[in-house]
């Protein structure tokens, strides 16, 4: 579970730069809970992300992981609750590894190391095993430096790593915006199938209106900092994008014109 308390955090404070990027923000999230996250540029998204996995600390407010603080923790000690994957697909593997060397860590991650390291036959075994539910024919390339794979290779593995060791909470900060449509959407069909197995309590910003409707069980909206959305249950079933673009007018009592928005669901 994710409990953020009424969060404020502010860039620039007191100068003619300042930016208020979340506004006494509060939201929860229950076991199993998968929530998209839509908004225009500068909503507050990416900023609300970042105070969960501990980029930046907020400077009013709280953040709970399973009961537990973490608002003041800092960002490596708080990963091992965490599991992310972001835009770029570069971000979140090591280029000149092999794949069977990049699950390795990710397999390893939080556990006590020593100063031997090596691949067992059992974990070789089990990373073929996960690879090969992508069908992307990864099972059969180990060895490959991830490098020299494609940005859907590299982000489907990135997805496979971040929720290997099954995190109290999985963050996905527009995973798939760098992708061409179709590997994109291959992306999110894995991201489902992820996320539903293992019942991932899982937060996903996205740009594309209708996979934040078509995916998850919860959908929120942000908008200068703060959230004028929450829609689940059968109201999120029947929503539709023409919907959701009215629901914005009238919480905000202005139109959506964010162009990359826009342009995505059409």
């Given at each position: ?32 809970d998968f929530v ?131 995190p109290e909470l ?97």
């Amino acid at each position: 579970m994710l409990e953020i308390k009424n969060v404020t955090k502010i860039f620039n404070a007191g100068t003619v730069n300042e930016k208020v990027a979340l506004d006494d923000v509060s939201l929860t999230l229950n076991d199993g809970d998968f929530v998209t996250v839509i908004g225009g540029n500068g909503a507050g998204k990416s900023t609300l992300q970042n105070i969960v996995a501990g980029t930046y600390f907020p400077d009013y407010g709280e953040i709970l992981i399973n009961g537990k603080k973490v608002t003041r923790m800092a960002e490596y000690k708080r990963a091992k609750y965490i599991g992310r994957v972001f835009q770029d697909p570069r971000i979140g593997t090591a280029t000149d590894m092999w794949i069977e060397e990049n699950m390795s860590l990710a397999l390893s991650r939080g556990k006590r190391r020593g100063l031997g390291w090596s691949i067992s036959a059992k974990d070789r075994k089990l990373f073929k095993e996960m690879l090969a539910t992508l069908d992307l024919g990864l099972e059969d390339r180990l060895s490959t430096k991830v490098g020299l794979l494609s940005g859907g290779q590299r982000q489907a593995i990135t997805l496979l790593m971040a929720s290997m060791n099954h995190p109290e909470l999985l963050l996905l900060d527009e995973h798939t915006a760098a992708l061409d449509p179709k590997t994109a959407a291959k992306v999110l069909e894995i991201t489902d199938e992820v996320v539903s197995k293992d019942n991932l309590t899982t937060l996903m910003i996205t740009h594309n209106m209708a996979d934040a409707i078509r995916l998850g069980n919860r959908l929120i909206m942000m908008h200068e900092g703060k959230i004028i959305l929450d829609i689940d249950g059968e109201e999120k079933k029947n929503l539709t994008v023409p919907d959701l673009l009215q629901m914005f007018a009238n919480v905000s009592g202005s139109k959506l014109e964010n162009d990359r928005m826009l342009l995505a669901n059409k």
